[in-house]
């Protein structure tokens, strides 16, 4: 169908039933770009003197113009290569802001009863802070490998994998919501970037946030201005 403006700057690419936040039981986040303001990575680079290589990588990648998302994850990291902790504590405490509306809707949320997840392509140093400040209850995100202080250019393989991509943002959607006992079709799935498209694709709301063009006009909904609580206007 041909997409359909709600109010100005949010958009429906289907027909809408009516939708209640408590006939969901789970809503799921990216981060970088979506919760947050930043693309983390790229602001690691600057504090390396890299950011224009590695926006680059970034821009290519959340485009889908790059299909291999690990490895371009992979390229990015390797060019963060001695920057230091402390560096990384500033990015978070300088650049690093919830995007508007993120806090009203994981409260919504939370008070309707349903548990939130946070996957990122982005690193365990920012979402578990994350996690942390907006009381998120399950988190999947890369974590960047540090020696002395400084980061080594490489990640730390983890129990289930080496590099939270789409593929594994999808599986763990979908395992949470097996241990919860719920159908995907019972979840809500919030990103901006190709590598969310696939659990986009799994779950009974996707909502595109300030997104590229290929997610926008894949997405049940897409919030084109505004805040992330703008989600609540189509819930009665």
Known sequence: MTPTEISP?????????????SDFKLIAFDMD??????????EIADAAGRK???????EAAMRG??????????????????????????VYQQRLKLNPGSAELVNACKQAGLKVLLVSGGFSFFSDRVRDELGIDFTRSNVL???????????????????????EKRKMLLQT???LGIAPSQAIAMGDGANDLAMMGVVGLSVA???KPAVREQAMLAI????????LEIMV
């Open 177 to 179: 919501c097996a241990d």
């Open 145 to 167: 490998e540090e020696k002395d202080g400084l980061l080594t250019g490489r990640m730390v393989d983890q129990s289930w994998g080496d590099i939270c991509d789409g593929d």
């Open 52 to 58: 224009s290589e590695v926006s680059a990588i970034t």
């Open 209 to 211: 946030y300030h997104a």
């Open 33 to 42: 770009s979506t919760l947050i303001n930043i693309e983390c990575v790229d």
């Open 65 to 90: 113009e790059i299909t291999d998302y690990k490895d371009s994850l992979r390229q990015r990291v390797a060019l963060l290569k001695g920057v230091s902790l402390q560096s990384m504590n500033e």
């Open 224 to 231: 084109n201005t505004g805040g992330l609580d703008r989600l």
């Open 9 to 21: 700057g949010l958009m429906a690419n289907v027909s809408l039933p009516v939708l209640r936040l």
